[in-house]
């Protein structure tokens, strides 16, 4: 993990005046040279708020800015909305934007603030997470923190991951994950955990990550975090998603299985969730303009679905949902899979049911865990 190269990502850090005595703003303030410091008291780049242009999206991605978060941190995963099938999953924000770029960031279609926030009061987002024990006692509850924000990119500065692994270590039948496309690891490998911190990630074909995932780990290095991971107990698990049409892709996919299928067995990872390419047509303008027309994401011929969202045409999923678990099961019928953020209609087009009369997922999709959480949470933004 270089330090220095991470620090140098960033033109300057903006720390809220609110957030001086936060631990992660005296770390940031040990970091970074005092040049790149600025202590404020309001958002810097206010004027920008709103719809956020090209080069307002990019600088962004540049600046941090420190500051408590004033809202409730802890949502319902945006698949728990009518229409998806949900898989019992909530989000706990820290942060705001990311360091990395996709172009098929859903980011592009969400993000309205100017600069790269990260919230300096984890501790009152373990407050509202310690409240939910009392009306859960021991049901079971599947936490990710790489919605808005990715996992671990930024760790290596935060080191938020060591609280909230001591966290979860005193709550066995709780699941944290950590979700990612970087191979920022070593910094927590040696925390001391309970064995339900998921280390998971998005990963992809060779190409896609190539031409699409602008500053993210390679397929490479994220197989080799992984590793580690699984070398220090820490469960793994990837999630193949977007799956990305191009003209190689069954060799590229296949080549991403035999990978994973090589390194990894079906006992390592609890699942493994595959999804296909989807975004906003409102995005389509931006990653256009930001990323050009040689893109495997902007020149696809998407169409709308039901829940609003851009969507390869269900037979193109389909098959690609198809030819992957075809690959994994061929390895062995061992390994799960489920479809992440897809309807209904998709589910049993391509497996052939409802993913609630899964066996190998029913702990993941049972009604009865989903009508409980839901009385208590609302659905986060999106995914
Ligand atoms: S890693 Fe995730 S959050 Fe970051 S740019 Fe890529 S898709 Fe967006």
């Keep these: 993990m270089n330090l220095t190269l991470l620090i140098q990502t960033f033109d300057k850090v903006f720390i809220d005046r609110l957030s001086l005595g936060s631990s992660l703003a005296k770390r940031l303030m040990f970091l970074f040279p005092s040049e790149s410091i600025e202590v404020v008291d309001n958002r810097p780049f206010s004027d920008s708020d709103g719809h956020l242009t090209v080069e307002e999206f990019d600088r962004s991605k540049k600046n941090l800015f420190i500051t408590p978060f004033k809202g409730k941190f802890f949502k319902r995963c945006p698949g728990a909305r009518p229409g998806l099938a949900c898989c019992n999953y909530f989000v706990l924000n820290w942060g705001l934007q990311c360091d990395m ?187 256009r303009e930001r990323f050009g027309m040689n893109s495997f994401v902007t020149r696809a011929e998407m169409f709308k679905s039901p829940d609003g969202k851009l969507r390869y045409h269900q037979d193109i999923r389909k098959e690609m949902f198809e030819f992957l678990t075809r690959a994994f099961k061929a390895a062995s019928p061992d390994w799960r899979l489920f479809l992440c953020m897809e309807t209904p209609e998709t589910w049993l087009a391509s497996t052939g049911s409802l993913p609630q009369k899964k066996q190998e997922l029913e702990t993941l999709f049972d009604p009865r865990l989903i009508k409980k959480h839901q009385k208590s949470l609302k659905p986060s933004t999106d995914a």
Aim: hydrophobic share 35%; charged share 20%.
């Design 101 to 287: 770029n996709c172009s098929y960031c859903y980011l592009q279609s969400f993000i309205n603030t100017p600069v790269l926030t990260i919230y300096s009061n984890l501790d009152k987002a373990l407050s509202e997470l310690q409240s939910f024990t009392q009306s859960l006692g021991n049901q079971p509850l599947r936490v990710g923190t790489g919605e808005t924000v990715d996992s671990l990119s930024l760790d290596p500065l935060t080191l938020y991951s060591h609280d909230l692994i001591e966290f979860f270590r005193d709550k066995p039948n709780w699941t944290l994950e950590f979700k990612t496309k970087s191979d920022k690891v070593e910094q927590f490998l040696d925390c001391e955990h309970a064995g339900n911190v998921v280390v998971s990630w998005s990963i992809n074909a060779c190409d896609v990550i190539k031409k699409e995932e602008h500053g993210t780990a390679s397929l490479e290095a994220r197989l080799s975090a992984a590793e580690k991971c699984k070398n220090n107990g820490f469960p793994v698990a990837f999630h193949i998603d977007p799956m990305v049409w191009h003209e190689n892709w069954k060799q590229g996919y296949s080549n991403l299985v035999k990978q994973i299928t090589e390194r990894f067995c079906p006992k390592d990872m609890p699942y493994i969730s595959v999804g296909a390419l989807r975004f906003q047509p409102e995005q389509r303008h931006m990653m």
